[in-house]
Antibody, heavy 120, light 106 residues
Framework: QVQLVQSGGEVVQPGGSLTLSCEAS????????MHWVRQTPGKGLQWVAS????????FYGESVKGRLTVSRDNSRNTLYLQMNNLRPEDTGVYYC?????????????WGQGALVIVSS | VVMTQSPATLSVSPGERATLSCRAS??????LAWYQQKPGQSPRLLIY???TRASDIPARFSGSGSGTQFTLTITSLQSEDVAVYYC?????????FGQGTEVEIK
């Protein structure tokens, strides 16, 4: 049974940094693309970033490009989201999600979510 | 690609059919997924490739459509189906979601 366990959500000041992590179990982690999706009261579900199964390619939403970086450590079955220069509009619940395969773009397992609040 | 869902809220009697619509602003073939999100829970994949049910999804959920028009149908609505349903285009990043349809029991 696939499990994605997240950690790292907290309150951060504008301009601050934070790293979210997502540890996977019950799967061959290196076989699957992975994604970050956030949910905000104003904009619903918003795709944030994706990374290929072997880490050779990453993709970002326009609003986070240059500030957020997705990475993975396949030896530790762990996905990361490094968040820099955070803005109040980055506030929301961040989910990690597993792709059905390499990068189909559909997400068949989700983490429990991590709440990030950007506020002074 | 902008995804537009309708209606925003759908009230259906138990045992009746619920029909949810999703429109894409451009052709996405069958690169569409549907998710269910219950209060306080993470989203759950229901349908991918527009019409293929994900693992362990009951047969009362079905998807159809291609191009720009898509439908999620819940035949014989159950109380446990109360949730918000999202469509998502999977054609290529940036992947985009619709704003959601809230399904409630009449």
């Amino acid at each position: 049974q696939v499990q994605l366990v997240q950690s790292g959500g907290e309150v951060v000041q504008p301009g601050g940094s934070l790293t979210l992590s997502c540890e996977a179990s019950g799967l061959s982690f290196i076989s699957f693309g992975m994604h970050w999706v956030r949910q905000t009261p104003g904009k619903g579900l918003q795709w944030v970033a994706s990374i290929r199964n072997d880490g050779t390619g990453d993709f970002y939403g326009e609003s986070v490009k240059g500030r957020l970086t997705v990475s993975r450590d396949n030896s530790r079955n762990t996905l990361y989201l490094q968040m820099n220069n955070l803005r109040p509009e980055d506030t929301g619940v961040y989910y990690c999600a597993k792709d059905r395969w390499r990068l189909t773009g559909s997400f068949d397992s989700w983490g429990q979510g991590a709440l990030v609040i950007v506020s002074s | 690609v902008v995804m537009t869902q309708s209606p925003a809220t759908l009230s259906v009697s138990p045992g009746e059919r619920a029909t949810l619509s999703c429109r894409a602003s451009q052709n996405i073939d069958t690169n569409l997924a549907w998710y269910q999100q219950k209060p306080g829970q993470s989203p759950r994949l229901l349908i991918y490739d527009a019409s293929t049910r994900a693992s362990d999804i009951p047969a009362r959920f079905s998807g159809s459509g291609s191009g720009t028009q898509f439908t999620l149908t819940i035949t014989s609505l159950q109380s446990e189906d109360v949730a918000v349903y999202y469509c998502q285009q999977c054609n290529w990043p940036p992947y985009t979601f619709g704003q959601g349809t809230e399904v409630e029991i009449k």
